[in-house]
């Protein structure tokens, strides 16, 4: 989780952006997705490590938004351009096609209003970038109907009264809501729950057995 | 600004000082001074024009080969080109040797740092207390009602002089960062990074109502003499230091006034019961007063305040504050650091996210960090940790596209 509140900027004394940082590899996976050069607007950017990625390996222009103020200031004394704002409330004011990709990685499900957001990050973007927990996957179903409670596992690690994650949704939602706003999935990679792609696209078994997915999106 | 004379155990006097008129700056030299606007006058927002006028500045560090590392630091209402090193009229250090010298966020070893007294400042730069051509008297009045866009223009000239095509970055707090925000606005080639901290796109009716009553109490004293005090051998000293006490506690927060002085007593076990300085707070204000008049000419101050309150970018582009970082017909290519301070109720935070969002709204490179204090408007001239280090990062950040050399690691 790149999630605002659990950032420790404790974790993070290296200084980064002089070398080629490690980076997770759900985030990797959405760096490979971005066209070298292109403008790039991280939502919910957390430390900046995808950010730093895509600038130093890349050569994109980056920017970030973060919730997080430790986040925002451990990213602009990395020399990244992240303002400190809230997605739900701050993507109205960006002009349509002002980027070539906006990234929305494992945020949408703390969105006030994600039908909203997405519709603002195709809107922004010329494609989206959407990675997600999914709900769907066999351990949280299993969790639920054996032990009959809210399932708590390491990706999803809160407690019910604790989560940010308030819009929770699995694979098959996710689609269904692209298809009613009319937002095109263009590609989707599915990973298992040690970040390891378990293949493309949505159908068959993808919405049981991905712990998340990478969804590339761009308007209808 | 308060910067280093915040400290309560710098003031003492109860008894206010004798002040030394002497010393003012009118018979000091700031060098080095250069005459602009010399074949062509500059024009003015006010219609009219100056031509052949002093701008007084202070350079820092050395001017690379190509010309690409100069940061022009725009001063805020009080301040002066003395940034760092002795001040002549006041005797002690510049204004910002916190964050600016060698191995300090804007790191003097690396950059070429300018600054200039503003238009209608009292420091060397033409002003209310200069001599007018036309006259050999003393503008007083007589000189022309200058804005924000005026002082920008006039250090435009003077960056243009010292062969300068494009500024690394413009910095500039509170008044400065108006300055900041007008540079990258009217100027957007000429200007790679803008910094306005501690910044607003305009002034409030808050903002006007204080600037008002700051230039209400110099006009009422009678030593003002209807702005003709210089020619008549006085000046309205009174009426300047409860200008300067009133805006200075817009400039503190109501914790740290609280924190510093609380309900304390100046050296007395109880209270007079009479109207002296029983109250730290008191002396303290007083103390400010006085300092300030000794540096700060009357005039001066209601020019500049003037300016400030005339501010209103937005309303040069239309009313609509994000056309002010378009460049033909696109996002300005300038890159903003725009950074506010968490107790600052005179520019508060919230007039800094509308610059925030006016620059997205553009879709222009920015960021934004809102630093944690309770020392006010102040801070940005104070030892603010989480600035420098936001300072450094976005100069360093900036530094690499702009093809200059990195920080070196191990300093600061």
């Not at chain 1, 303002?83 to 004011?93: C, F, V």
Request: charged share 20%; glycine share 10%; net charge negative.
């Amino acid at each position: 989780m790149r999630f605002g509140p659990e950032y420790d900027p404790a974790e993070h004394e290296d200084d980064r952006p002089t070398a080629e940082p490690a980076i997770r590899t759900d985030l990797k996976l959405i760096a490979d997705m971005i066209v070298p050069g292109s403008r790039v607007l991280d939502v919910g950017c957390g430390d900046g490590a995808l950010l730093a990625h895509l600038v130093h390996t890349k050569g994109v222009d980056g920017r970030g938004i973060e919730l997080s103020m430790d986040g925002v200031k451990f990213c602009v004394n990395h020399g990244l351009s992240v303002i400190q704002g809230d997605a739900d409330t701050d993507l109205k004011d960006y002009p349509s096609d002002a980027f070539d990709y906006v990234i929305l990685s494992q945020t949408l499900q703390a969105m006030r209003a994600p039908r909203e957001v997405l519709l603002d990050l195709v809107r922004i973007g010329k494609h989206a970038v959407v990675s997600l927990p999914n709900f769907g996957h066999w351990r949280i179903r299993a969790w639920l109907l054996f032990m009959g409670q809210m399932p708590v596992t390491q990706r999803l690690g809160h407690q019910w009264w604790n989560t940010p994650n308030i819009h929770l949704c699995t694979i098959t939602d996710f689609v269904d809501l692209c298809r009613e706003v009319g937002v095109v999935i263009e590609d989707t990679v599915i990973l298992d729950r040690f970040d390891r792609v378990r293949g493309h696209g949505f159908g068959g078994f993808a919405n049981f057995i991905a712990e998340q997915a990478v969804f590339l999106l761009r308007r209808g | 600004m308060c910067s280093s004379e915040c400290d309560p155990a710098k003031f003492m006097p109860t008894e206010q000082p004798a002040l030394d008129t002497a010393t003012v700056g009118a018979d000091l030299e700031h060098e080095p001074r250069l005459m602009l606007a010399t074949s062509r006058p500059m024009p003015l927002d006010c219609g009219e024009q100056l031509r052949s006028f002093p701008v007084a500045y202070r350079t820092f560090g050395s001017l690379n080969a190509d010309k690409s590392n100069a940061i022009l630091i725009c001063h805020a209402l009080t301040g002066d080109q003395y940034v760092i090193g002795r001040n002549p009229v006041t005797g002690k250090p510049g204004w910002w040797e916190i964050a600016v010298g060698p191995g300090r966020p804007i790191d003097t070893d690396r950059f070429f740092v300018i600054c200039a007294n503003a238009l209608g400042g009292c420091m060397g730069t033409a002003g209310p207390r200069e001599i007018d051509p036309a006259t050999g008297e003393p503008y007083g009045l007589n000189f022309p009602v200058i804005t924000i866009a005026d002082m920008v223009r006039a250090q435009k000239l003077l960056v243009d002089h010292l062969g300068i095509s494009q500024l690394f970055a413009v910095i500039g707090g509170s008044m400065g960062g108006m300055q900041v925000l007008q540079w990258a606005s009217d100027y957007p080639d000429s200007v790679f990074a803008a910094l306005p901290l501690a910044a607003a796109p305009r002034h409030s009716a808050q903002n006007i109502a204080f600037g008002e009553v700051g230039r209400q109490a110099i006009m009422a004293d009678p030593d003002w003499c209807g702005g003709n005090y210089v020619r008549q051998g006085k000046r309205p000293e009174r009426g300047l230091a409860v200008a300067r006490m009133a805006a200075h506690i817009t400039y503190l927060s109501e914790t740290a006034l609280q924190r510093k002085f609380g309900r304390n007593l100046q050296d007395r076990a109880g209270f007079t019961y009479g109207f002296g300085a029983d109250f730290q707070v008191e002396s303290y204000l007083r103390y400010q007063g006085n300092a300030f008049v000794e540096r700060f000419d009357a005039n001066s101050y209601l020019y500049i305040t003037r300016a400030m309150d005339y501010f209103d970018l937005a309303r040069e582009h239309g009313g609509v504050l994000s056309r002010a970082f378009l460049h033909n017909g696109r996002a300005t290519p300038v890159r903003f650091c725009v950074i506010s301070f968490s107790s600052d109720w005179l520019f508060p935070t919230a007039v800094s996210r509308e610059i925030v969002h006016s620059l997205n709204a553009v879709a222009a490179n920015v960021s934004f960090v809102e630093v944690t204090t309770d020392k006010g408007h102040d801070a940005f001239l104070l030892d603010e940790p989480e600035l420098h280090q936001v300072l450094s990062g976005f100069l360093d950040g900036c530094a690499t596209h702009r093809g200059l050399p990195r920080r070196r690691r191990g300093l600061r």
